[in-house]
């Protein structure tokens, strides 16, 4: 779960870029260290092996104090795809807030996405996360190559639950900061319902993400303003 401290007046949130191996979950963070302005964030750690494969997981993190005093500590992960690192996939989700499901858009991933997907349901419930009320959205990566899926093709993906669908070049950038602006604002949304962020914290929903994307590089984006609370 987020983690609070109520007497440093702190909230921790975690987020987690999940998917296979190479669905370009370690591109989205690159791309968003770039973007994001150096006095918002602390270093991009990642652990690459030399076949540029995520050995363990990489972390960025995000913080602000909002004008309620608060400090806002928000941490991106993600977890290395490859089989075998199975267990590490299960423990980076523990408490998790919130989960962007990056997967490669072309047919020829269809059957590898639909495993890691059920996958990520799975070690979700083993930790006692209930995926019905999670904040979760799919990003289907890739879509500069030839031969993607269209939106109106991913019912194996969406017949449990209805998460938002965005497409996304992650190399180039595209769809990446509109990736995390939909699920912050979920993840804000769910938060608020259970801790009351605005209530009792004093947070409004346009405030937490315009500490973070009034800090972000939007040009290219279908986000605009410095606030882009919308
Ligand atoms: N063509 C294309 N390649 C991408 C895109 N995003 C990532 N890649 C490439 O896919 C490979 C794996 O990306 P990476 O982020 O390391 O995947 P991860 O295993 O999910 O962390 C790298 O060679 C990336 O440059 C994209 O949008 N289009
Ligand atoms: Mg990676």
């Known amino acids: 779960m987020v983690a609070f401290n109520n007497e440093l007046r702190e909230i921790a949130l975690k987020v987690v870029y999940y998917g296979p191996a190479l669905s370009g979950k370690t591109t989205n963070l690159q791309s968003l260290f770039q ?28 913080f602000f104090r909002t004008t309620s005093g608060v400090k806002v500590k928000l941490k991106l ?24 499901f990056v997967a490669d858009a ?45 939106e109106d093709e991913l019912q194996d993906l969406l017949q449990v ?5 965005i497409q996304a ?14 699920l912050l604002t979920l993840a804000y949304r769910t938060l608020d319902q259970r801790v009351g962020l605005e209530r009792s ?3 409004s929903e346009r405030e937490f993400l315009s500490q973070i994307f009034s800090h972000m590089d939007l040009r290219g984006t279908r986000l605009t303003g410095a606030g882009a609370a919308r």
């Not at 973007?35 to 995000?62: A, E, Q």
């Not at 639950?161 to 669908?165: A, D, F, G, I």
């Open 35 to 62: 973007k994001i302005d150096p006095k918002v964030r602390g270093r991009l750690m990642t652990l690459d092996t030399k076949d540029d494969r995520t050995l363990f997981f990489d972390m960025m993190p995000v």
């Open 77 to 100: 992960y993600t977890v290395p795809g490859q089989v075998m690192h199975e267990s590490t996939r299960r423990i980076v989700l523990q408490g998790t807030d919130a989960v962007a």
């Open 106 to 150: 072309r047919r020829s991933e269809t059957v590898t996405t639909l495993a890691y997907w059920n996958n990520m349901l799975k070690n979700l419930e083993a930790n006692g996360l209930e995926p019905s009320t999670l904040p979760i959205v799919i990003q289907m990566n890739k879509c500069d190559l030839a031969d993607v899926r269209g």
């Open 161 to 165: 639950l209805r998460p938002l669908v």
């Open 169 to 182: 070049v992650a190399i180039r950038g595209e769809g990446v900061v509109e990736t995390l602006h939909i």
């Open 201 to 203: 914290w004093h947070i």
